[in-house]
């Protein structure tokens, strides 16, 4: 039974973890920017959220104020720090540094608004009950798989069956051709910031409500979007999220055969790994050396 | 004459800026340098604010009774809560500001500083950290905060009388936890109880479902935590919520307002030092009373730490400032030496000569977001 | 005052002995590595165990520091040959993660979190050289000979290889040079130069922790390599001298109010890194590309 718990609480974890990284994942592919202030967008999503929840706004405009304020940070950062990057055409750990620069920034003005102490939105749907014997499952259970799969079906549909979405994928392989058919790869990018902060928004609430809140909290993010977007494979939505997912539930299931201390770094153990013996992920294509 | 000008160029600094006030206390020609060395940032500085508050509210008193001939000038250094950060502030308050008297906090912070503060002849003040070496760590390092042995060991009656006998751990795997660990276990035996399971975290995880659940296999009466700042409350909360129902314990630590505050906090059951505010001795009532106007809520163990670190050097230096000696440290230490009992708030302060300081146990419980003494 | 000076400027030489390292790594061999702060932790536990245990020769533990960093750079060069670029940040991210849970498992050799305490103070054949000017004195010493090595070595044909590696691995490839050899040469070249700078790290503090070997670290020595310019002699020393003098310049600041003195260091020393980035991309001593 403890092996069926530490499953389900993988799959909660997981499923947070999945958003976020595909939205990572689509950024990147799109765009070829290493996002790393993708945990930014998340932290100002999530304390977006709590701040309007404590005003005593209903969920719904809570949730619609962080997906506004995580869309224009994503915009922001495209606009303001990546592309006068790219014309200079700065390395990509130019891009590496002022993104971390941007997370710090972040970091400090939410600790400044916010204070430095853990922050949580209470909701009577976090509580765990007992389900079976000994398996304890809360109803944000649900929530949070439901609104991943709607999520991840939405954005998916999005890439497949729309205009933009399919400039979107094809913007990675060749950019030339897009031109050809008459897309501007600016404005693509900006679709790519935009819906990829944008899926930072679902994991930003639902760990508000659950694990709660910090203003060091970007930081964990934006490792396990990273690790998860390299296990998928970089650049494939689909990898990143079955990473993300995979992620959550080996950081769970370890603790029933490691020390409680390998919990979180077994997610990289994992990264580790699949660099070292399959680099090209999940659902990547193959790199070259 | 120097006095008059340093006036006039405070007047003018304050018209031109009131941001530039500061200055104004930098600029007193021989006041009592006084350094912090707290977490400003990053997950534990909630502890800076809370420590800085406490060592404020004494130098207003200290300042209104005009205990010292000299103002009091305090320099804030930010330690990260790292032993880099707690080195280089050191090094900066002992060398450029010329503290003789530096108030700190945190296990790593302390250790790192301890040497360097040594060398330098500035006594240390811990009034936050409880990692059980902090004891005899340097002649100049003194605790005015019980450390976590003695914590543990004032719970364990407690779990006696109330048959909570299989006791989990869930601990940081630094000074502090592994503390915990060895006095639980060894102490649990002799009140016939045993620590059934003992788990060890990374300092900045912050999921816990998986660690409540082999809580949860382990079957024990009470879950004890030992940990700091945000994380705890990140314990509390996912520990409830993934069912596990038996009470929870802890040490000083969860005497935060942001631990207390949280409604999955209820009935939290920790250990710290006596802190009875309704106690009718002089020091304790007057802080009492201006806290509770002052911030317009109950002070907690770590404002009186502090406030009690800060106050130490009052009554110190006062001491030395009436015997016409200098107040560096190497004469603090001495004074310090000489009259060992001090008037604190929450009773008399008593020193050991390891830098140790014992105080009255109690145990408390969290009750409508408030700690209340139990027993 | 002029303590205060000698220490800092202790510190700075040596992290100028680790920035110069890692841009051994980024700088010639383009090997992009965020686990620069695990080789400087190894240095420094073995040059800690070395004076705990035997000799508080602060020779011998640079030596020992070095070689045990350059005995285990394997575990870098081992992805380093596999992958590139963004998939290589992210093994050694993986990595990174891994080694701060081993630092703080390994309470034998580590001591935890509780750390090394006590190191004796630095002797150099027998003579006292703890006290601050005299040690200054050697850590300059130690910086201007391993500057002169990586000068000849870089200007040499090893260097030379080595940067049209960088450059074009399959040309360099096709010209008949041993890409493996040469790699794992320069990845254990800095990162023995890390293991130096840790070893100095540890007798500079009297006591090593993990959290002197986080990420954060890693992250903080390679924005002074990319900040400070790559590839340049002096880049990795100037961004050393802007990224730790500017924290402790900011403290003297006046006007920040005690309890808000950490978030507005923060902010500012964020933003100095994004701007810089933006506005000199290719790094301070690096010209405009």
Same mark, same amino acid.
């Given at each position: 039974?403890?092996?069926?718990?530490?499953?389900?609480?993988?799959?909660?974890?997981?499923?947070?973890?999945?958003?976020?990284?595909?939205?990572?994942?689509?950024?990147?592919?799109?765009?070829?920017?290493?996002?790393?202030?993708?945990?930014?967008?998340?932290?100002?999503?999530?304390?977006?959220?709590?701040?309007?929840?404590?005003?005593?706004?209903?969920?719904?405009? &809570?949730?619609?104020?962080?997906?506004?304020?995580?869309?224009?940070?994503?915009?922001?950062?495209?606009?303001?720090?990546?592309? /006068?990057?790219?014309?200079?055409?700065?390395?990509?750990?130019?891009?590496?540094?002022?993104?971390?620069?941007?997370?710090?920034?972040?970091?400090?003005?939410?600790?400044? &608004?916010?204070?430095?102490?853990?922050?949580?939105?209470?909701?009577?749907?976090?509580?765990?009950?007992?389900?079976?014997?000994?398996?304890?499952?809360?109803?944000?259970?649900?929530?949070?798989? &439901?609104?991943?799969? +709607?999520?991840?079906?939405?954005?998916?549909?999005?890439?497949?069956?729309?205009?933009?979405?399919?400039?979107?994928?094809?913007?990675?392989?060749? /950019?030339?051709?897009?031109?050809?058919?008459?897309?501007?790869?600016?404005?693509?990018?900006?679709?790519?910031?935009?819906?990829?902060?944008?899926?930072?928004? /679902?994991?930003?609430?639902?760990?508000?409500?659950?694990?709660?809140?910090? /203003?060091?909290?970007?930081?964990? +993010?934006?490792?396990?979007?990273?690790?998860?977007?390299?296990?998928?494979?970089?650049?494939?939505?689909?990898?990143?999220?079955?990473?993300?997912?995979?992620?959550?539930?080996?950081?769970?299931?370890?603790?029933?055969?490691?020390?409680?201390?390998?919990?979180?770094?077994?997610?990289?153990?994992?990264?580790?790994?699949?660099?070292?013996?399959?680099?090209?992920?999940?659902?990547?294509?193959?790199?070259?050396? | 004459?120097?006095?008059?000008?340093?006036?006039?160029?405070?007047?003018?600094?304050?018209?031109? @800026?009131?941001?530039?006030?500061?200055?104004?206390?930098?600029?007193?020609?021989?006041?009592?340098?006084?350094?912090?060395?707290?977490?400003?940032?990053?997950?534990?500085?909630?502890?800076?604010?809370?420590?800085? @508050?406490?060592?404020?509210?004494?130098? !207003?008193?200290?300042?209104?009774?005009?205990?010292?001939?000299?103002?009091?000038?305090?320099?804030?250094?930010?330690?990260?809560?790292?032993?880099?950060?707690?080195?280089?502030?050191?090094?900066?308050?002992?060398?450029?500001?010329?503290?003789?008297?530096?108030?700190?906090?945190?296990?790593?912070?302390?250790?790192?500083?301890?040497?360097?503060?040594?060398?330098?002849?500035?006594?240390?003040?811990?009034?936050?950290?409880?990692?059980?070496?902090?004891? !005899?760590?340097?002649?100049?390092?003194?605790?005015?905060?019980?450390?976590?042995?003695?914590?543990?060991?004032?719970?364990?009656?407690?779990?006696?009388?109330?048959?909570?006998?299989?006791?989990?751990?869930?601990?940081?795997?630094?000074?502090?936890?592994?503390?915990?660990?060895?006095?639980?276990?060894?102490?649990?035996?002799?009140?016939?109880?045993?620590?059934?399971?003992?788990?060890?975290?990374?300092?900045?995880?912050?999921?816990?479902?998986?660690?409540?659940?082999?809580?949860?296999?382990?079957?024990?009466?009470?879950?004890?935590?030992?940990?700091?700042?945000?994380?705890?409350?990140?314990?509390?909360?996912?520990?409830?919520?993934?069912?596990?129902?038996?009470?929870?314990?802890?040490?000083?630590?969860?005497?935060?307002?942001?631990?207390?505050?949280?409604?999955?906090?209820?009935?939290?059951?920790? @250990?710290?030092?006596?802190?009875?505010?309704?106690?009718?001795?002089?020091?304790?009532?007057?802080?009492?009373?201006?806290?509770?106007?002052?911030?317009?809520? !109950?002070?907690?163990?770590?404002?009186?730490?502090?406030?009690?670190?800060?106050?130490?050097?009052?009554?110190?230096?006062?001491?030395?400032?009436?015997?016409?000696?200098?107040?560096?440290?190497?004469?603090?230490? !001495?004074?310090?030496?000489?009259?060992?009992?001090?008037?604190?708030?929450?009773?008399?302060?008593?020193?050991?000569?390891?830098?140790?300081?014992?105080?009255?146990?109690?145990?408390?419980?969290?009750?409508?977001?408030?700690?209340?003494?139990?027993? | 005052?002029?303590?205060?000076?000698?220490?800092?400027? %202790?510190?700075?030489?040596?992290?100028?002995?680790?920035?110069?390292?890692?841009?051994?790594?980024?700088? *010639?061999?383009?090997?992009?590595?965020?686990?620069?702060?695990?080789?400087?932790?190894?240095?420094?536990?073995?040059?800690?165990?070395?004076?705990?245990?035997?000799?508080?020769?602060?020779?011998?533990?640079?030596?020992?520091?070095?070689?045990?960093?350059?005995?285990?750079?394997?575990?870098?060069?081992?992805?380093?040959? =596999?992958?590139?670029?963004?998939?290589?940040?992210?093994?050694?991210?993986?990595?990174?993660?891994?080694?701060?849970?081993?630092?703080?498992?390994?309470?034998?050799? %580590?001591?935890?979190?509780?750390?090394?305490?006590?190191?004796?103070?630095?002797?150099?054949?027998?003579?006292?050289?703890?006290?601050?000017?005299?040690?200054?004195?050697?850590?300059?010493?130690?910086?201007? #000979?391993?500057?002169?090595?990586? =000068?000849?070595?870089?200007?040499?044909?090893?260097? =030379?290889?080595?940067?049209?590696?960088?450059?074009?691995?399959?040309?360099?490839?096709?010209?008949?040079?041993? #890409?493996?050899?040469?790699? %794992?040469?320069?990845?254990?070249?800095?990162?023995?130069?890390?293991? #130096?700078?840790?070893?100095?790290?540890?007798? *500079?503090?009297?006591?090593?922790?993990?959290?002197?070997?986080?990420?954060?670290?890693?992250?903080?020595?390679?924005?002074?390599?990319?900040?400070?310019?790559?590839?340049?002699?002096?880049?990795?020393?100037?961004?050393?001298?802007?990224?730790?003098?500017?924290?402790?310049?900011?403290?003297?600041?006046?006007?920040?109010?005690?309890?808000?003195?950490?978030?507005?260091?923060?902010?500012? *020393?964020?933003?100095?890194? %994004?701007?810089?980035?933006?506005?000199?991309?290719?790094?301070?001593?690096?010209?405009?590309?």
């Amino acid at each position: 039974m403890l092996f069926l718990q530490l499953l389900v609480s993988g799959i909660q974890t997981g499923a947070i973890y999945a958003l976020t990284a595909a939205g990572f994942a689509l950024i990147f592919g799109a765009t070829r920017v290493f996002h790393v202030a993708h945990g930014a967008t998340f932290a100002l999503a999530g304390y977006t959220f709590l701040a309007l929840s404590q005003a005593g706004f209903p969920w719904f405009l &809570g949730a619609g104020a962080a997906l506004v304020v995580a869309v224009a940070f994503g915009l922001f950062m495209d606009f303001f720090v990546y592309r /006068p990057i790219q014309r200079h055409e700065g390395s990509f750990f130019t891009v590496f540094v002022a993104a971390f620069g941007m997370s710090i920034v972040v970091q400090s003005l939410i600790e400044i &608004g916010f204070g430095r102490g853990f922050a949580v939105v209470a909701s009577p749907l976090t509580r765990a009950h007992e389900v079976l014997p000994g398996l304890y499952l809360a109803d944000i259970f649900w929530v949070a798989i &439901g609104v991943a799969l +709607v999520m991840f079906g939405a954005v998916t549909l999005f890439l497949e069956r729309t205009r933009l979405g399919i400039g979107l994928r094809a913007l990675s392989e060749n /950019p030339e051709l897009l031109r050809a058919f008459g897309l501007s790869s600016r404005r693509l990018s900006m679709v790519a910031f935009g819906l990829g902060s944008a899926l930072a928004v /679902p994991g930003a609430v639902l760990t508000a409500v659950t694990s709660g809140l910090q /203003p060091a909290i970007s930081a964990q +993010v934006m490792l396990v979007s990273l690790a998860a977007a390299v296990v998928g494979g970089i650049g494939s939505l689909r990898g990143a999220a079955l990473a993300g997912l995979l992620l959550g539930v080996v950081e769970n299931l370890v603790v029933s055969v490691l020390d409680t201390q390998w919990s979180a770094a077994a997610g990289f153990v994992v990264l580790f790994a699949f660099i070292l013996f399959k680099p090209s992920g999940l659902f990547g294509q193959a790199v070259a050396r | 004459m120097l006095h008059r000008r340093s006036l006039l160029a405070a007047t003018a600094l304050g018209l031109a @800026s009131p941001l530039a006030a500061p200055r104004l206390a930098r600029a007193q020609a021989g006041a009592h340098v006084i350094g912090t060395l707290f977490p400003m940032a990053g997950p534990n500085a909630e502890y800076g604010g809370i420590f800085t @508050s406490g060592i404020q509210l004494a130098i !207003e008193h200290i300042t209104a009774d005009k205990m010292l001939q000299r103002p009091i000038d305090l320099r804030a250094q930010d330690s990260q809560g790292t032993p880099q950060g707690g080195a280089v502030g050191m090094t900066k308050l002992a060398n450029v500001d010329r503290a003789p008297y530096v108030l700190l906090g945190f296990t790593g912070v302390s250790k790192a500083a301890a040497p360097i503060g040594t060398r330098n002849k500035t006594v240390m003040i811990n009034g936050g950290g409880v990692g059980p070496d902090l004891a !005899e760590l340097s002649p100049y390092f003194w605790n005015v905060i019980p450390l976590v042995n003695q914590e543990v060991q004032a719970m364990l009656p407690w779990l006696q009388a109330q048959k909570l006998l299989k006791i989990a751990l869930v601990y940081v795997d630094d000074p502090l936890g592994t503390g915990v660990l060895s006095e639980l276990k060894n102490g649990l035996p002799g009140i016939g109880g045993q620590l059934v399971g003992s788990f060890s975290i990374p300092p900045a995880t912050q999921q816990f479902a998986a660690i409540a659940a082999r809580v949860r296999d382990s079957k024990p009466d009470a879950v004890y935590f030992a940990s700091y700042g945000a994380q705890q409350s990140q314990i509390v909360k996912q520990l409830r919520d993934n069912g596990v129902s038996q009470p929870l314990l802890t040490y000083s630590g969860g005497s935060i307002p942001s631990v207390q505050a949280l409604p999955e906090a209820e009935g939290l059951v920790l @250990s710290g030092q006596a802190a009875d505010w309704t106690r009718e001795d002089p020091v304790t009532k007057r802080f009492v009373t201006d806290w509770r106007a002052k911030h317009n809520s !109950e002070p907690t163990a770590y404002h009186q730490n502090y406030y009690n670190g800060m106050r130490l050097f009052g009554l110190l230096a006062q001491g030395l400032e009436k015997a016409g000696k200098p107040v560096d440290g190497e004469n603090l230490r !001495e004074e310090w030496l000489r009259v060992k009992r001090f008037a604190l708030v929450g009773g008399e302060g008593v020193f050991e000569e390891r830098g140790t300081m014992s105080m009255p146990m109690q145990i408390n419980q969290v009750r409508g977001g408030r700690s209340q003494k139990i027993a | 005052m002029t303590a205060y000076l000698i220490n800092l400027a %202790t510190l700075a030489t040596i992290f100028g002995i680790l920035a110069a390292s890692l841009n051994v790594l980024i700088g *010639y061999a383009g090997i992009f590595s965020i686990a620069h702060a695990v080789f400087f932790g190894l240095g420094a536990y073995a040059g800690a165990q070395l004076a705990l245990q035997f000799i508080p020769d602060v020779l011998l533990a640079c030596l020992a520091g070095g070689a045990i960093s350059a005995a285990l750079s394997l575990c870098l060069a081992l992805p380093a040959l =596999r992958v590139r670029g963004e998939y290589f940040v992210a093994a050694s991210l993986g990595l990174q993660m891994m080694a701060v849970t081993v630092f703080s498992e390994a309470h034998s050799l %580590t001591g935890g979190h509780g750390g090394l305490v006590g190191i004796p103070p630095a002797t150099l054949f027998g003579a006292d050289v703890s006290a601050p000017a005299p040690f200054l004195g050697f850590a300059l010493a130690v910086l201007a #000979v391993l500057l002169l090595a990586v =000068r000849l070595l870089m200007r040499g044909s090893f260097g =030379r290889a080595l940067m049209a590696i960088r450059d074009s691995e399959s040309a360099a490839e096709a010209f008949g040079k041993d #890409v493996r050899a040469l790699k %794992t040469l320069a990845v254990a070249l800095g990162c023995a130069m890390a293991g #130096v700078a840790g070893a100095l790290f540890a007798f *500079y503090m009297a006591f090593v922790n993990v959290e002197s070997f986080t990420l954060e670290q890693s992250i903080l020595v390679m924005a002074m390599v990319i900040i400070g310019g790559t590839a340049t002699l002096a880049g990795p020393l100037l961004g050393v001298l802007l990224l730790l003098l500017l924290p402790a310049g900011l403290s003297f600041l006046p006007f920040i109010p005690p309890t808000q003195i950490g978030a507005v260091q923060q902010l500012i *020393y964020g933003l100095a890194m %994004t701007l810089l980035m933006i506005f000199r991309p290719a790094g301070i001593a690096g010209g405009r590309r």
